[in-house]
């Protein structure tokens, strides 16, 4: 059975992004090398991904996730999905 180029272990159909966010958050646990080769992708290729400014999606998504968590916490963990959806305004932003 031939193998890949990157070998065997490389994970197929996984954004390279969400590659880089596994490596930077297990780079304590393994070597940021072997990391890049297991999973596929370039260790400069990573290293450039570390550098980068937030993306406006990601930007939109932290904002999103804060403006829940203060929903969430004003009505003391008793709000559900939908109030939560409507105090924390989630269809504009300021």
């Known amino acids: 059975m031939p193998l890949r180029p990157f070998g ?3 994970p197929v159909g ?5 590659k880089y966010e596994f490596i930077d958050g297990e780079k304590a646990n393994y070597p940021i090398v072997r990391m890049c080769v ?4 370039s260790r400069a290729g990573f290293y450039e991904w ?3 400014p937030m ?3 990601a930007s ?10 203060k929903a969430f916490k004003a009505s003391n963990g ?3 999905y939908r109030k939560v959806h409507g ?3 989630c269809t504009c932003r300021p």
């Open 8 to 10: 065997p272990t490389a």
């Open 14 to 18: 996984v954004s390279v992004s969400s």
């Open 38 to 41: 297991w999973s596929g992708v």
């Open 50 to 52: 570390r550098t980068r």
């Open 55 to 57: 993306s406006a999606t």
């Open 60 to 69: 939109r998504r932290f904002w999103l996730a804060v403006q829940v968590a």
């Open 78 to 80: 008793v709000y559900g």
């Open 87 to 89: 105090k924390a305004g």
